[in-house]
């Protein structure tokens, strides 16, 4: 019994372990992310992730690239606790009859997908305005004719005063504005992500009932990841656009997802689907591959082990 009380908690610990190791590392690459999806025709001030960090260090220093982090760091470790942790305990109650089979562990990573937008939509949100700030205040200095005329440069917000704009303004559905989108982006991926990295995993194995080797667990978790990131692109460029609140002059305001898919094709063409899909790759495939290396690792159970243990 002891193991299946800690066994909730270990979970919950290795997932916002990994969560922060690997945002730390990967957070520049989702920032420039971020700033290619929002750019639209005419409007251009980034050709490349490399040409949008570079820019960002020159205007904005070193710590520019981290823009949003401590948002990000903050809710990422109940975001990819919830989110694994789900992905175990549905996995576990549907093998319960029998073998996991594929449809099974794809509704298991549908479960998953669902309860972690809980998180993961304030999250984006807030991350997003953040990281898109420097984008704009870039814009006004060297593109003005994308400014609104009669435009006052502000210093760019905090999380705390976007958070109370944001619930003075429209209540806590401010904070989860794009949750739709978020939905359609978050539940396909891990419908495609949790049942590749089992199956790629699985290849690894020592033996029958043996663990995968951490490297296997890695590269399996790059891998599903990115193919995962790539697959939902198209939905993370609506839902960045949706969820972003400050925009140029030249560039289109969305009411909805049909409105945003509809003047994406009318304006910039099916391409722009894939704005920032290498980056999002880039970033995804560490993050996921760290996740399971630590999930793996037992991290977590490794830390409870050290917590006095109750008497029968």
Known sequence: MADKQISLPAKLI??????????TCVFP??????????QQNGSRLYTSMSDCL???????GY??????????????????AIKLAANDFFRHHLSKDGKLTLVKEMLAGCGAGTCQVIVTTPMEMLKIQLQDA???????????????????????????????????????AGLYKGLGATLLRDVPF?????????????????????????????ISGCLAGSTAAVAVNPVDV?????????????????????????KILRNEGPSAFLKGAYCRA??????????????????GEFLLSFLPKKDN
Do not use: H
Request: proline share 4%; charged share 20%.
């Open 190 to 218: 891990s419908i495609i992500y949790f049942p590749l990295f089992a199956n790629l995993n699985n290849l690894g194995k020592r033996g029958v009932e043996g663990p995968a080797p951490f490297y296997v667990s890695f």
């Open 29 to 38: 690459i989702d920032l420039a992310k971020t700033r290619l999806q929002n």
């Open 238 to 262: 609506i839902k960045t656009r949706l969820q972003s609140l400050t925009r140029g002059s030249t560039e289109d305001t969305y009411s909805g997802v049909t409105d945003c898919i509809r």
């Open 134 to 172: 420097g984008r704009i205040a870039a814009q006004r200095k060297l593109m003005p004719e994308t400014v609104a005329a009669g435009t006052v440069e502000t210093k760019s917000p905090t999380a705390m005063q976007l958070t109370r704009e944001l619930l003075r303004e429209k209540g806590i």
């Open 282 to 299: 880039l970033v995804i495939a560490p993050l996921f591959g760290i996740a399971q290396v630590v999930y793996f690792l037992g991290v």
């Open 14 to 23: 290795n997932g916002g372990i990994a969560g922060l190791i690997g945002v």
């Open 63 to 80: 710590f520019g690239m981290y823009r949003g982090a401590a948002v990000n760091l903050t809710l990422v470790t109940p975001e990819k």
């Open 54 to 60: 570079i820019k960002t260090i020159r205007s904005e």
